[in-house]
Each structure stands twice: as C-alpha cells, then as structure tokens.
C-alpha cells in the first residue's frame, strides 16, 4: 500500500502564498526522489519541482524559480512545495510523485521517472 497525500491546495489572491504538503504512507520517502507536477485544464502536465533522496539537490521549472522551494523533511515522511507570490497561471491541480534520481545523481521532472502518484491538490489564484 503505497500512497501520496497532497494537501494545502486552495483559492489564494495574486501574490499571495500556499505551502503544498506531500504526505507518504506505506513506504519510506527518503528512498525516493520527489517530483511535484502540475496540470491545468486542456493543458498537460508539466514539471514544477523536484528533489533528491537527500535534498541535496533540486530543480525547479523556470517560471517558478525564485517564487517557489521544494523541502523535504524526511523525519516526517513528508516533502513541502512553498509557494510565494503567486500568480493566476499558476492554477492547476498540483501532484507529487515519488521516483528515481538519475545516475548522475540528480533529479529530473519528466512523468516518466516517477511511478507512485497522489491525486492532486486544487490551487487556483485569482482575484
């Protein structure tokens, strides 16, 4: 039973800011690499964040860097998206998906290295 619980999600005006949680059950985090994606509607999913079993390195999607920080506290089996200043583009239903880190080391934000998903959390930032 492996599970993802994405909670946080909500209605929050341009520039404000949501913490995005990733809660793992079944199975220990600190053995996975951790990806947050997003999907708005008719459009596909993309990247947003990623991070290493160790946090020691992370990756972020362009038009989020400086604005959101991925986390991770492996204690609490639970890995954070922080969200500042947001804006209305930024709405969409956020997962978290747990996977691999490359043999480089790193991670990557393609769906195709992750295969456990949670369902989603609903972010949308309007006025």
């Known amino acids: 039973q492996l599970q993802l619980v994405e909670s946080g999600g909500g209605l929050v005006q341009p520039g404000g800011s949501l913490r995005l949680s990733c809660a793992a059950s079944?199975?220990?985090?600190?053995?996975?690499?951790i990806g947050w994606f997003r999907q708005a509607p008719g459009k596909e999913r993309e990247g947003v964040s990623c991070i290493i079993r160790s946090g020691g390195s992370t990756n972020y999607l362009d038009s989020v860097k400086g604005r959101f920080t991925i986390s991770r506290d492996n204690a609490k089996n639970t890995v954070y998206l922080q969200m500042n200043s947001l804006k209305p583009e930024d709405t969409a239903i956020y997962y978290c998906?747990?996977?691999?880190?490359?043999?480089?080391?790193?991670?990557?934000?393609?769906?195709?290295?992750?295969?456990?998903w949670g369902q989603g959390t609903q972010v949308t930032v309007s006025s």
């Open positions: 079944g199975f220990t985090l600190d053995y996975y690499a």
């Open positions: 998906a747990a996977g691999w880190e490359t043999v480089q080391g790193i991670c990557v934000m393609t769906p195709e290295w992750y295969d456990y």
